[in-house]
């Protein structure tokens, strides 16, 4: 039995108001058990493993299991400050007897020039307790691997891109149908920092337009979602406030057709003026937006009612495009960027993002560069699992 720890896969309903996290993460959690198999995999989350009497997932692990997955996150931050979460990750590692294998490990830097570049001792110290561990270590994209050589001096490290990926190979087929035959369906967008005016921007065309947004994370988003939902009238979240982006007064009102079709045919709504009405966003958190707990009715949702999906939230994309759907990346930080690059997805930076329309993202996905390396990245991920002796059988891919 394979144990796998990390993200949440499911998320509760406390999630978002009352709980610190992203509905993205999902997606990459879901991802171990779906690759090795949810019958030879326990899933810490859950709780099964408590049946077995154990006082702790640890003392479960070295009693029942032959192994330990850990899916990870942007676990290392450079030039930040914080040490004790890097201590307390070591030592949980510390706690297992058994073989571990990182899934997905990645860096968050505010940087691309690493030469005045830090992390902390911790981070190093823990890195190298990992690379003797667990190594070699499964990182997301060049740009961690770089961070790892040069300020950590830890070089047992295989560069894999998302295991999330990896986690639906029969999408890759219903992706190049797609392509070649677009069905009806809307568009998703999620943005991540609506500080940044290029997101305002797209933010305001979801509102006007005809798309669904898709948020992970935002609480401010959520409680006026809740609020139209129940007809009170809605908190308007400070980005949009503080940016001038709600208008005094309604304009007079255009005509709206359904989700389902509207994006394929001729297009009615306006470019963005800059401003929303209150009733605008009202009807718009009633109606169009979305945010999921479980990633398997995302997965639905997407396949039934969406056409594409674009913005700068990495995971949301990928939910669209492991459900067969093309998605456009807008990067916007080392971390998306060495995502896309290695797996060879679509994308456009946010500088030239912010005067797109949703059909230019469409435009955009261009999906050739991956169909011609999609067998290489595959055959470079099992190569990452057989040398953690994980049970792996490479798929047929279209």
């Not at 931050?77 to 990750?89: E, H």
């Not at 009202?282 to 969406?306: I, K, S």
């Not at 896309?340 to 230019?360: G, N, R």
Request: aromatic share 10%; net charge neutral; with cysteine.
């Amino acid at each position: 039995m394979i144990a796998v720890a990390g993200c949440y896969p499911r998320m509760p309903q406390k999630f978002p108001l009352d709980m610190d996290e992203n509905s993205g993460n999902m997606i990459h959690a879901r991802a171990p058990q779906r690759i090795l198999g949810e019958d030879k995999t326990v899933e810490y989350h859950t709780m099964r493993w408590s049946l077995a009497g154990e006082k702790s997932y640890a003392d479960f692990v070295n009693k029942h299991c032959n192994h330990l997955v850990i899916s990870m996150t942007n676990t290392i931050k450079v030039n930040s400050g914080i040490k004790d979460k890097y201590v307390r990750f070591q030592r949980m590692l510390e706690l297992y007897d058994v073989p571990i294998t990182i899934f997905g490990l990645g860096v968050r830097s505010p940087v691309d020039d690493l030469s005045e570049a830090t992390i902390p001792d911790e981070a190093i110290t823990m890195l190298r307790y990992m690379e003797e561990r667990c190594g070699p270590i499964g990182v997301r994209g060049e740009f961690t691997k770089k961070v790892f050589e040069e300020l950590a001096g830890v070089t047992n490290v295989q560069v894999t891109g998302c295991p999330s990926f990896f986690s639906e190979p029969a999408a890759f087929s219903a992706l190049r149908r797609q392509l070649a035959n677009p069905q009806p369906g809307t568009y998703t967008y999620s943005g991540t920092k609506y500080e940044r005016a290029a997101e305002r921007a797209q933010f305001l065309r979801i509102v006007k337009g005809d798309g669904i947004y898709i948020e992970p994370t935002h609480r401010g988003n959520h409680r006026a979602h809740l609020q139209a939902l129940k007809g009170k009238p809605i908190d308007i979240p400070d980005f949009l406030t503080a940016n001038n982006h709600v208008a005094t007064e309604d304009p007079a009102p255009r005509g709206r057709r359904g989700i389902v079709g509207r994006l394929l045919g001729p297009r009615e709504s306006a470019p963005p003026t800059g401003q929303v009405t209150r009733q605008e966003l009202t009807d718009f958190y009633r109606n169009r937006y979305r945010l999921w707990r479980d990633p398997d009715q995302w997965l639905q949702f997407n396949r039934e009612v969406v056409a594409f999906g674009f913005g700068t939230r990495f995971h949301v994309n990928m939910a669209t495009v492991l459900a067969g759907k093309p998605a456009t990346w807008i990067t916007h930080d080392t971390r998306t960027r060495e995502f896309c690059d290695f797996l060879h997805l679509p994308h456009v930076s946010l500088e030239d993002s912010a005067e797109m329309e949703p059909q230019d993202f469409r435009a955009a996905a261009n999906y050739d560069a991956l169909f011609d390396h999609l067998p290489a990245l595959f055959d470079n991920w099992a190569s990452y699992l057989e040398a953690h002796n994980l049970p792996y059988s490479r798929p047929k891919l279209p």
